[in-house]
């Protein structure tokens, strides 16, 4: 059973070859003793899962029709409301917060058959690229555990290259789902702004957040995107019509233009990193495609306006934390106003507390025309140049990160080092496209590399049909950690 991606656990299930119980206890099991190693889960809820897997192969045995992936066992990213289950953002100020409400994303897991099992680790609040500023440690990579999972879902991308999950939730806002895909060898989906309700996703920056999924392959990928995608009232930035529907996988890209950032591979980017994106483009290549150069615009302005936006919508979004209503509520306080204070000092780790206050910065009054009106303007010139390029091209092909991943605690006091990791991925974000990272090979060191697909808006079966093509002629979404359980 381990080893299989998620549709060919469905279709055992399916075949009446595995039950959905025996699948959802067997992950359990490997959880409970493997995950001391990675740290990817911060909750498992065994009792509701097992409950939940027999109601699912009851319904199955009963001859009901759900989806191609009923009785899969699947993750969530902690910052995801989950009835009964703990929902923290990793951070002290939501330790104990059961919701009394499921996330849009997890009524539609429900009604497809699948089975939540538990809450995965990340950085809190989603506000990293590494999965180490939560409050509950670093999520460890299953490739070296002593290097970095890759954030903020470092916690749902260890869990599938672990083995311990077929499949799983991540959330996006700057690269968050891409990232981690490509620092633990694993494929994930950043769909297009509008195409997955935000209702019941924690708010970071609310106009660049996306839930999407992470598993073994694209197909695995696309399964849940199908599921989890559609429209919803709740959510009135959710603008898509109906779910997404992927047709066959194609054999060739006969004249499909891809276009190839020059002034990604220059600069900062590790060799090892350039050399096996490139070879990712030589692929697409060999069966039809047209590879172009073009240099990206707006490059030295993507990180600051990135940060100025994000980090005054996280300001404006985390000041319902108060010490008031929910949440953590110090026990120093003396007063209202120290309720205040020191309610949110204690509460919420550094990283939180630092993007808080550039983004009170920059929404300030005297500063406000300064930097976020300003950061708005290149926004709308980001959008721009992209709308430009995909008249040219049918997708974009870059690296995710120009790194592979590092050691644990090595950038973490380095702010500005670590946001200059975000350089590829923040910008998709910012014009709210849809992008697929995928594996593409190894350093030196047997650590993975990872390559993006950007596409225009709502062009997921483009990038997906691409992807597909590419996973059939390439073995890296195969391969797994030492360890892992296959």
């Known amino acids: 059973m381990f080893g299989k991606s998620a549709l060919e656990l469905a279709a055992l299930i399916k075949a009446k070859k595995l039950n959905v119980v025996e699948a959802a206890s067997a992950y359990i099991d490997i959880i409970e003793k493997n995950d001391n190693r990675y740290n990817a889960f911060l909750a498992v809820s065994k009792e509701n899962a097992l409950i939940r897997a027999q109601e699912i192969q009851s319904l199955l045995d009963s001859g009901e029709t759900l989806s191609p992936l009923a009785g ?22 939501l330790k104990g917060y059961t919701p009394v409400f499921n996330a849009a994303v997890i ?68 690269g968050s789902i891409r990232q981690p895909c490509a620092f633990c060898g694993v494929t994930g989906i950043k769909p297009t702004y509008g195409s997955v309700s935000r209702y019941g996703l924690v708010a970071y920056a609310s106009s660049l957040d ?170 709308s010139l980001i959008k721009d140049a992209y709308k430009n390029l995909f008249a040219k091209y049918d997708m974009i092909l870059s690296p995710v990160a120009p790194t592979t991943a590092y050691k644990i605690g090595e950038n973490v006091g380095d702010p500005m080092k670590m946001y200059m990791g975000d350089i590829y991925t923040i910008s998709i974000n910012l014009a709210g496209l849809p992008a697929a990272s995928l594996p593409c090979g190894f350093d030196s060191a047997g650590l993975p590399i990872g390559f993006q697909l950007i596409g225009d808006a709502f062009s997921e079966n483009k990038i997906i049909g691409a992807a597909r093509v590419y996973q059939s002629r390439t073995d890296y979404h195969e391969k797994k950690p030492e360890g892992a359980k296959t």
């Open 107 to 174: 009524e539609k897991l429900e009604k497809a058959g699948m089975v939540v099992i538990g809450k995965c680790n990340m950085d809190e609040y989603a506000m990293g690229g590494s999965s180490e500023t939560g409050a509950f440690g670093a999520v460890h990579n299953p490739w070296d555990t002593e290097r970095v999972a890759g954030g903020s879902s470092g916690g749902s991308a260890a869990a599938v290259v672990a083995g311990e999950i077929p499949l799983a939730l991540g959330s996006d806002t700057g």
């Open 72 to 93: 899969v066992p699947i993750a969530i990213k902690d910052n995801i409301s989950t009835i009964g289950i703990e929902t923290t953002c990793a951070s002290k100020m």
């Open 210 to 379: 996306q839930i999407g999924p992470i598993g073994q392959n694209i197909n695995d990928c696309a399964a849940l995107l199908s599921i989890i995608s559609g429209p919803d009232t709740r959510d009135s930035t959710c603008v898509i019509e109906k779910p997404f529907e992927f047709g066959e996988t194609k054999t060739s890209l006969e004249g499909v233009k891809i276009g190839l950032p020059k002034n990604y591979f220059s600069g900062g980017i590790d060799e090892e990193v350039k050399a096996a994106v490139l070879a990712a483009a030589k692929e697409f290549e060999a069966v039809g495609a047209i590879i172009e150069e073009f240099e990206m615009p707006l490059m030295d302005y993507m990180v600051p306006t990135y940060y100025i936006i994000a980090c005054a919508e996280a300001s404006s979004n985390l000041s319902r934390y108060d010490g008031l209503k929910y949440g953590y509520r110090s026990d120093n306080a003396g007063s209202l106003s120290e309720v205040y204070r020191l309610s949110r000092s204690e509460g919420f780790g550094l990283e939180v507390k630092r993007r808080i206050m550039l983004g009170s910065f920059v929404l300030s009054s005297g500063y406000y025309d300064a930097y976020y009106k300003k950061a708005l303007q290149v926004r």
